[in-house]
T-cell receptor, first 114, second 114 residues
Framework: DQQVKQNSPSLSVQEGRISILNCDYT??????FLWYKKYPAEGPTFLIS?????DKNEDGRFTVFLNKSAKHLSLHIVPSQPGDSAVYFC?????????????FGTGTRLKVLA | KAGVTQTPRYLIKTRGQQVTLSCSPI?????VSWYQQTPGQGLQFLFE???????NKGNFPGRFSGRQFSNSRSEMNVSTLELGDSALYLC?????????????FGPGTRLLVL
C-alpha cells in the first residue's frame, strides 16, 4: 500500500511558467513533509520542507503548500527554469526524528522546455 | 569536502548470485543509510548504521544485509538475487542520522539482475 503517492509520473512546462508538482498521502499521522530533487547520475538533494502546523513554506522560487484536510501537498516552482528539469520526490513522516520513518513517493519527472 | 561515494556505479548480476555494494560517507559523518529506488515504489528505506551498529531497519527480507566499518564506510550485501532486486541503490550519510534534511546522498549503484 503506497502511503505517499505522486500520481503524475511526468510533467512538461515552458520556461518562465509555473510548475506544480502534486503529492497525496493517506496516513493522517504524517506531520512533516519534504521535497527532494534528483538529477540523473546524482543522489537526491533536499529542496524544501513543511511541518503540519503550517500550510505554506516558501524558499525563493519554491513554495510548498499543505492541505491537511485533503491530505495533499504541492510544490510550486515559479518561474520554472531549464535547470529545474529533474525528478522530484515528496516524502512524509510521522515525527521528525529518525530518518527511517520517512515514506517517499515514486517521483515526478519535470521537464522545463526552453 | 568530498561527497558520498558509491562503488561500483553499475553492476549486472544473474539470479541466485550475491552482490556487495560499497558506500564511503562524507568525512566525519557517522550515520549511513541505504535506500532502494525502483520506478514503482520510489525510495524505500533499507537500513541505517551508526558507529558500526545497525540502528534502524526497513521492511526488507533477510537477504538484504549490511555492515559498517570503524572508518564509517558501509557495505550492503544482497544474497540470492531476484529479478525484482534490480534497482538503484542509494546510500546517504549524515553526522547523526536523525534528520533527513541533513542527509547527503551518493549517486547510487544501479544493479541489474538478469
Amino acid at each position: 500500500d503506497q502511503q505517499v503517492k505522486q500520481n503524475s509520473p511526468s510533467l512538461s512546462v515552458q520556461e518562465g511558467r509555473i510548475s506544480i508538482l502534486n503529492c497525496d498521502y493517506t496516513n493522517s499521522m504524517f506531520d512533516y513533509f519534504l521535497w527532494y530533487k534528483k538529477y540523473p547520475a546524482e543522489g537526491p538533494t533536499f529542496l524544501i520542507s513543511i511541518s503540519s502546523i503550517k500550510d505554506k513554506n516558501e524558499d525563493g522560487r519554491f513554495t510548498v503548500f499543505l492541505n491537511k484536510s485533503a491530505k495533499h501537498l504541492s510544490l510550486h516552482i515559479v518561474p520554472s527554469q531549464p535547470g529545474d528539469s529533474a525528478v522530484y520526490f515528496c516524502a512524509a513522516s510521522a515525527g521528525t526524528s529518525g530518518t527511517y520513518k520517512y515514506i517517499f513517493g515514486t517521483g515526478t519527472r519535470l521537464k522545463v522546455l526552453a | 569536502k568530498a561527497g558520498v561515494t558509491q562503488t561500483p556505479r553499475y553492476l549486472i548480476k544473474t539470479r541466485g548470485q550475491q552482490v556487495t555494494l560499497s558506500c564511503s560517507p562524507i568525512s566525519g559523518h557517522r550515520s549511513v543509510s541505504w535506500y532502494q529506488q525502483t520506478p514503482g515504489q520510489g525510495l524505500q528505506f533499507l537500513f541505517e548504521y551508526f558507529s558500526e551498529t545497525q540502528r534502524n531497519k526497513g521492511n526488507f527480507p533477510g537477504r538484504f544485509s549490511g555492515r559498517q566499518f570503524s572508518n564509517s564506510r558501509s557495505e550492503m550485501n544482497v544474497s540470492t538475487l531476484e529479478l525484482g532486486d534490480s534497482a538503484l541503490y542509494l546510500c546517504a550519510s549524515s553526522l547523526q542520522g536523525r534528520n533527513l534534511e541533513t542527509q547527503y546522498f551518493g549517486p547510487g549503484t544501479r544493479l541489474l539482475v538478469l
